[in-house]
């Protein structure tokens, strides 16, 4: 079964644990190995960029009145500097926020999409948050992960009409759930299969999954709610 807050990466090929993004930044994936890491990385990055902007303001005061081209070449460094400070301070502060509610950026985006962030009648509902200090201390690895099974996590229903990628070759789904019992059924080559999935729970065989374990270099499948 495809694991609670994974999803495959369609740049990587691989399905990332507790996905955030893909970012081109660092051409990886992130997600639960280097979370912390990148949100370290992204203050750091803003504090040295809106010093070096400080920095060629400081050099600017100085010599602009007496040398036109350390002017010429300074205010162009520093408006950059600016822009991409900017662009940092929003980053670190979005991902500290997102920290703070145990959520990921996928999660965030999609919630519309994925059962698990949504209650049984459809309203948004973030079952990891444990509360902003407990939230910080776990994405820190101070406390350990909580078990999911005690979290209130919708899992059990897919909205009827949705379409399930598998893998390539054949397979069935079977499942019951929302009070009633749905059926789903495909048959392919090489290539993702669509499986039409009437109403109920999609338990889909792990090789028809395409998931991968370990460093397996097999294509992953992505299952879309």
Not at 33 to 46: E, G, M, S, V, Y
Not at 100 to 112: G, R
Not at 161 to 190: N, W
């Amino acid at each position: 079964v495809k694991p609670l807050r994974s999803k495959h990466c369609k740049h990587c090929n691989r399905c990332v644990e507790r996905f955030d993004h893909h970012c081109p930044w660092i051409h990886n994936c992130v997600a639960e190995k280097n979370r912390r890491q990148f949100l370290l990385l992204a203050i750091c990055q803003t504090f040295t960029t809106w010093y070096y902007v400080v920095l060629i303001g400081i050099h600017l005061h100085h010599h602009s009145c007496s040398d036109w081209l350390a002017f010429a070449l300074g205010l162009p460094l520093m408006v950059h500097g600016c822009v991409v400070g900017t662009w940092g301070l929003a980053l670190a502060f979005e991902h500290i926020n997102l920290a703070m509610s145990n959520i990921t950026t996928n999660e965030k985006m999609n919630q519309h999409r994925y059962s698990y962030m949504r209650t049984r009648d459809g309203r948004p509902f973030n079952p990891f948050d444990l509360g902003k200090k407990h939230n910080c201390l776990y994405f820190f690895g101070c406390i350990p992960a909580p078990n999911w099974k005690d979290l209130d996590i919708n899992t059990s229903f897919l909205p009827p009409g949705k379409k399930v990628c598998c893998g390539s070759g054949h397979g069935h789904s079977h499942g019951d759930g929302g009070g009633g019992r749905g059926h789903g059924h495909s048959h392919g080559g090489q290539g993702d299969e669509e499986v039409d999935i009437e109403q109920g729970v999609v338990q889909t065989p792990r090789e028809h999954q395409g998931l991968l374990s370990g460093d397996a270099d097999e294509s992953a499948g992505d299952i879309e709610v």
